[in-house]
């Protein structure tokens, strides 16, 4: 339907509609609309675009899918808005006003026909009609093409190639910049209203970021109108927050050149070093206009080869909400000295006492005795003699070695029971047996290249030998047939309990033995009650139901104070539900709900000793609660995003946390404060793991990485990829020599602590034309509905610190422990084949 002139026409200055040619564009036949934008896009500099148009008949290009229609006043209001006369603005020059006045106007209107009447009367009618908008001027053309959404597509790609073309020692130092002018990008063609060209956008540059960056990809992805993005947290925070990049000095002179003149950068196989015509400097002004309003460098005096290519990725994202930063310097830099915001944020504070304190001295006492006699009566049984001389003495076992840090006295841990209980003492001396029992897993015996050589063969037996000292044995306990979902699993500390929790608000409870559990009866007078053992259940049950959440159960956690001695007496779970639960083993029922968060808890954790534990809850925060207690003992704050996950530091001093603002913190227990803030992860942190001596700090996020942290400097010591899945779990083994995760692409996978890591290299062209600029698989990454095939995998980039993969057959691990011998138990839940009923970790 037609647009009359007094209706859906806009007036502008003179109450004349844009003409061309005398002709409104309204009239306009399809081969001079071609016409028309074929010379516009020339214009800008897209001449190979403007020869496909002027060479078609009429009609839309081939496979160009139309941009969603719009009203006649929000062309002509986007395209031409309307100035006030400055005398230098090209609307005021002479014949121009005339020229771009009432475009939409019927030509059978009087003021159309008194416009080419005006027109008709300064021009020949011999010279020949133009058929583009050349006449209108170089300035006009640029202002009516100012958000071409083409304009950015090759803006950014002229970026990516100045970045990829620089040299090798700067690459990584340039390619941060790269994420968020994308973001910028699409938001700003979203927000104009090109959705098809924002989407364009997205699927041209998405696979280069997908790795590192596929939560915020898919979040974007989902805004679609100009409201959307105005509704966003996410995109919210990338307009009002500044994007963090690092740079070198030198760095920042090459950029500057770039901007300035296009200096440097080879385009990709062209060997074109300076990349010139306006077209490419309206490029340019587009990214240094987000630079100047979105991004902030942090400029170091230390050169580029003298930096680790990791660092520049710990320094870049929207984390000056994360850390507290400095002021900036006249050219509005911030000058860093020392390192990355966090690094000199985690110098400001004290050294830590990360030591391993032993047992008390009465207990220490007791637990000698213990072990003396026990050592007596075990040889006098096998032999009939006396203790041989030279026995190992199993009491010097039961202090912790030194991990080389301060150990922390009784007074500044939190408060625990004055005296010990006999409990105490058989948790102790069964530690003791574990230690003399434990499987030592060396790593170091089984070299990279001894691991290539197995992989390819698997024959010899000097190799066959030392895989099996480096690598755990692994216990895989699958959920099928469990229509209801399994959201968390967990084992026992001595492994005889196994929990899981569902999206149907329930619990779950096995004996991994097989055993039937029984609860202690109801039915009962307690005046005739000799012993608990006469009023327990006499039929068991296989399997136990606890019911009491009304949401999903996302977190589990068992009562450790018992160890490896003796089963656990009471089982900690937190749901969506906002709430977490204390139940008890014994009775098999709900015995105290704590209740403080004010959105889902997704994770939940007792300390090492018992009687506290921690929460981390959507709400942005992490709680540490006692047993005993239904209001939290201190709210640790400070994450701008959930807390996905929580861990204790074995000497109970320290709390770890890990959020979806992409990172981990450690907490003074004590006092409540942040003592340490890691930033490094390019994704939510979705697990974490504290190595037993106390050292280090394992994290796993969306980014498909594992980050290896030190906890007395707070400095990243490697990551570690291979995961081409979301990572639900990681564990450190006994001597914190082999790292095990596992996650939703049905593998677990073993990691060698000690070695520097590193990505491992490719020779051929092929190979390395499969890698984005992260040095990862140019595709995307797996979800948890379709995990990769083993090919896909073999084309992603693996760390050499990977030891070993052990796939399953379709099972998403969401948990994996460690025994106190180093037996490695391991729990996920059965995917059937796509077309069956499949269950999600989270809902």
């Given at each position: 339907m037609s647009a009359t002139p007094d209706g859906d026409s806009p007036k502008l200055d003179g109450n004349e509609a844009l003409v061309v040619n005398g002709v409104a564009i309204n009239k306009l036949s399809g081969r001079d609309l071609d016409q028309l934008a074929a010379a516009v896009l020339e214009q800008r500099g897209y001449a190979d675009i403007a020869a496909i148009i002027q060479s078609r008949s009429g009609g839309l290009?081939?496979?160009?899918?139309?941009?969603?229609?719009?009203?006649?006043?929000?062309?002509?209001?986007?395209?031409?808005?309307?100035?006030?006369?400055?005398?230098?603005?090209?609307?005021?020059?002479?014949?121009?006003?005339?020229?771009?006045?009432?475009?939409?106007?019927?030509?059978?209107?009087?003021?159309?026909?008194?416009?080419?009447?005006?027109?008709?009367?300064?021009?020949?009618?011999s010279k020949p009609p133009q058929s583009s908008l050349t006449e209108l001027g170089a300035a006009t053309a640029s202002q009516l093409l100012s958000d071409d959404?083409?304009?950015?597509?090759?803006?950014?790609?002229?970026?990516?190639?100045?970045?990829?073309?620089?040299?090798?020692?700067?690459?990584?130092?340039?390619?941060?910049?790269?994420?968020?002018?994308?973001?910028?990008?699409?938001?700003?063609?979203?927000?104009?209203?090109?959705?098809?060209?924002?989407?364009?956008?997205?699927?041209?540059?998405?696979?280069?970021?997908?790795?590192?960056?596929?939560?915020?990809?898919?979040?974007?992805?989902?805004?679609?109108?100009?409201?959307?993005?105005?509704?966003?947290?996410?995109?919210?925070?990338?307009?009002?927050?500044?994007?963090?990049?690092?740079?070198?000095?030198?760095?920042?002179?090459?950029?500057?050149?770039?901007?300035?003149?296009?200096?440097?950068?080879?385009?990709?196989?062209?060997?074109?070093?300076i990349m010139g015509g306006e077209r490419a400097k309206a490029g340019r002004d587009q990214v240094l206009k987000v630079i100047n309003n979105c991004l902030e460098f942090h400029v170091t005096s230390s050169h580029s080869l003298t930096i680790s290519p990791n660092v520049w990725e710990e320094s870049t994202g929207l984390i000056t909400k994360l850390v507290p930063s400095k002021q900036p310097d006249g050219d509005g830099d911030i000058l860093m000295t020392n390192g990355t915001a966090a690094e000199e944020y985690n110098a400001s504070h004290p050294d830590l006492k990360l030591g391993l304190p032993g047992p008390e001295p009465a207990l220490k006492e007791e637990v000698e005795k213990a072990l003396q006699d026990d050592q007596m009566h075990g040889m006098q049984m096998a032999n009939g003699l006396v203790p041989h001389p030279n026995a190992p003495d199993l009491r010097g076992l039961v202090q912790p070695p030194s991990n080389g840090h301060p150990v922390p006295t009784p007074a500044d841990g939190p408060p625990m029971p004055p005296n010990f209980r006999i409990i105490d003492i058989k948790r102790e001396v069964e530690r003791v047996r574990d230690i003399r029992r434990r499987i030592k897993l060396d790593p170091t015996t089984f070299s990279a290249m001894e691991r290539k050589e197995f992989s390819m063969n698997g024959f010899d037996q000097r190799q066959v030998t030392a895989r099996q000292k480096a690598l755990p044995s692994v216990c895989c306990f699958t959920f099928k047939d469990a229509p209801e979902g399994v959201s968390s699993a967990t084992f026992s500390a001595d492994s005889t309990l196994i929990a899981a929790g569902f999206s149907e608000s329930y619990i779950r409870l096995w004996s991994t033995k097989g055993d039937k559990l029984r609860a202690l009866r109801s039915d009962f007078d307690l005046s005739e009650v000799k012993d608990l053992r006469e009023i327990k259940e006499r039929h068991g049950t296989i399997t136990r139901k606890l019911i009491g959440h009304s949401a999903p159960v996302y977190g589990l956690s068992f009562e450790p104070s018992g160890g490896a001695a003796l089963p656990p007496r009471f089982l900690l779970s937190s749901s969506a539900d906002s709430t977490a639960r204390l139940w008890s083993l014994d009775t098999m029922t709900n015995v105290v709900a704590y209740r403080g968060h004010s959105k889902p808890v997704w994770d939940i954790e007792w300390s090492p000793r018992g009687i506290y534990f921690a929460t981390g809850s959507r709400d942005n925060t992490a709680r540490l609660w006692t047993s005993d207690r239904v209001s939290p003992l201190r709210i640790f704050a400070g994450h701008l995003s959930d807390v996905d996950c929580v861990k204790f530091h074995p000497n109970s001093l320290y709390l770890a946390t890990g959020s979806s603002d992409t990172t981990c913190r450690l907490w003074d227990v004590q006092s409540g404060t942040c003592v340490r803030v890691f930033i490094g992860h390019q994704g939510p942190v979705t697990a974490m793991a504290t190595s037993p001596d106390g050292k280090y700090l394992a994290s796993a996020g969306e980014d498909l990485a594992i980050n290896l942290w030190d906890l007395g400097t707070g400095k990243r010591v490697k990551k570690m990829t291979g995961h081409t899945a979301t990572i639900y779990s990681l564990a450190f083994s006994q001597e914190t020599s082999v790292l095990v995760s596992g996650g939703a692409d049905w593998t677990?996978?073993?990691?060698?602590?000690?070695?520097?890591?590193?990505?491992?290299?490719?020779?051929?062209?092929?190979?390395?034309?499969?890698?984005?600029?992260?040095?990862?698989?140019?595709?995307?990454?797996?979800?948890?509905?379709?995990?990769?095939?083993?090919?896909?995998?073999?084309?992603?980039?693996?760390?050499?610190?990977?030891?070993?993969?052990?796939?399953?057959?379709?099972?998403?691990?969401?948990?994996?422990?460690?025994?106190?011998?180093?037996?490695?138990?391991?729990?996920?839940?059965?995917?059937?084949?796509?077309?069956?009923?499949?269950?999600?970790?989270?809902?």
């Open positions: 290009v081939s496979g160009v899918q139309a941009q969603p229609p719009i009203s006649s006043s929000d062309l002509v209001n986007r395209h031409l808005p309307r100035q006030k006369p400055t005398g230098d603005s090209p609307f005021d020059k002479p014949g121009i006003s005339e020229r771009v006045a009432g475009v939409l106007s019927d030509p059978s209107s009087k003021n159309s026909k008194e416009a080419r009447d005006s027109r008709d009367s300064r021009e020949p009618r959404p083409l304009n950015r597509q090759e803006a950014f790609r002229d970026l990516q190639a100045w970045v990829e073309g620089s040299l090798d020692m700067y690459k990584p130092e340039f390619r941060p910049l790269l994420f968020p002018m994308f973001v910028h990008f699409y938001l700003d063609l979203v927000q104009e209203g090109y959705l098809e060209g924002a989407r364009m956008f997205m699927r041209r540059f998405y696979r280069y970021f997908s790795v590192n960056h596929r939560v915020v990809l898919d979040r974007l992805s989902a805004l679609t109108m100009p409201i959307h993005v105005g509704q966003s947290d996410l995109a919210r925070r990338y307009r009002e927050e500044k994007y963090v990049v690092r740079l070198s000095k030198s760095g920042k002179d090459l950029l500057l050149g770039w901007l300035t003149d296009g200096v440097g950068g080879e385009d990709m196989g062209s060997g074109v070093g677990v996978r073993c990691w060698d602590v000690k070695s520097a890591g590193g990505l491992a290299t490719k020779t051929s062209a092929e190979d390395a034309s499969l890698v984005d600029a992260n040095g990862f698989a140019k595709k995307p990454t797996a979800s948890g509905a379709e995990a990769p095939t083993e090919k896909e995998e073999d084309d992603n980039f693996v760390t050499r610190d990977l030891m070993e993969t052990f796939p399953t057959k379709r099972t998403p691990i969401f948990n994996v422990q460690f025994t106190p011998r180093n037996l490695c138990l391991v729990a996920g839940c059965y995917q059937p084949p796509v077309g069956e009923v499949s269950f999600d970790r989270r809902v």
